[in-house]
């Protein structure tokens, strides 16, 4: 298992700070969190890439700031809207393989989504899955959907009729998004487990759902154990920037993992 950090543990710092903050806490490997339409244009992206060679840092996922609003681009009843969501995340699919991403992470639809009746909405929605997967990969990069606790993706059955109607479909597991859906990740492992190529970690405890890994009750060893006999080597730190004090204690964590790591071979 190949530990990692997202550069959404920073935020608000903007991205290429959070870059450096990374590479100073010795992580190697990266998730990208695009925070602004200009991080995807081509000067920005010549200016990252360089920065990324420099600080000898792989960027594993990239995470979209639209994530917010998918359902609305890309499963609603306006057909034209989706048509061009697809155009647009088409081009975010490019600029992930040009920075190197293995994987990109999708939220999709919300749980108050509404719209066209359940036999034609699931058509729709198989569809349109269907399409980002295939764009996706014809740029080279793997697209993955993340559990998160306010999307339909929330739901195990959700997830379960995704793997069954888009077999080219990936997963990205959320402990954090599972704890605030009521869940365990293992309910999430049941549902898609041997499709599950990425990992957002983070612990809990009785009092948090989001702490630093090392300061909750996460089996951690269990975890990598689990996942890596699925097939999922990649594990990112995912936190919040209010979850810790100083950023030598995310340089703790990532010490933390690096051991877990061991004890779960």
Known sequence: MHIGISTASFYPTELECGLAHAARLGYRRVELFINAESEYSDCFRAKLKQQLRALEMQVVSVHPFTSASEGHL????YARRTRDALEQYTRYFAAAADLGAQYFIFHGESQRARGLPPAKADARRFDTYHQLCERAAACGVVFTQENVAWCKSADP??????????????????????????????????????????????DYDEQSDCLLPGQGKVD???????????GCDSALVEVYSDDYASLTELEQSRLFLQAAVQRGV
């Not at 890309?74 to 009843?77: G, K, P, R």
């Not at 069954?164 to 959320?174: G, H, I, S």
């Not at 009521?182 to 983070?202: E, M, Q, T």
């Open 74 to 77: 890309l499963f609603s009843d």
């Open 157 to 202: 059955a959700f997830l379960r009729a995704l793997y069954d109607n888009v077999p080219e479909l990936r997963f990205t597991l959320d402990i954090k998004q599972a704890r605030r859906a009521g869940l365990d990740w293992r309910d999430y492992a049941d549902a898609v487990g041997d499709r599950v190529v990425n990992l957002h970690i983070s």
């Open 220 to 230: 951690f060893p269990a975890l990598f154990g689990a996942l890596r006999a699925m």
